[in-house]
């Protein structure tokens, strides 16, 4: 029996996206560093391989969202330009605000001009 491989196709990224995970990933290496931690004391915290961390820290793009988050966050890097203990107050405000719009987004509906 043969198992059909599917073949994958390689994700684009917008160049800011890949500017912001390669900023990001920099103040991590630079935090990590800082504290007098290597890659693989990083890793042993986050529950990860210390490849892992290199990914994170060169701004590789497909690296899961809450790794790198719980990375800098260890790191005491500061994210949406708060401190970590500040974070539950961005994340209050920004669900409040998000409660405050419609559930669903509707395309408008085009209407047909039968005026001739």
Do not use: N
Not at 13 to 26: K, N, Q, R, S, W
Not at 92 to 112: F, G, H, N
Request: charged residues 20%; aromatic residues 4%; positive net charge.
């Amino acid at each position: 029996m043969r198992i059909a491989q599917v073949a994958k196709t390689a994700k684009t990224y917008l160049p800011a996206t890949l500017d912001a995970v390669a900023a990001l990933g920099a103040h991590i290496a630079v935090a990590r560093r800082e504290l007098g931690w290597t890659a693989a004391q990083l890793a042993g915290r986050l529950g990860v391989s210390p490849d892992l961390v290199t990914r994170i820290e060169k701004g590789a793009p497909g690296t899961a969202i809450g790794t790198v988050m719980e990375a800098a966050v260890l790191c005491g890097v500061p994210i949406f330009g708060v401190e970590a203990s500040e974070l539950g107050r961005v994340a209050d405000a920004a669900r409040t605000q998000v409660a405050l719009l419609p559930q669903r987004v509707r395309t408008p509906r085009t209407e047909i001009s039968d005026d001739f």
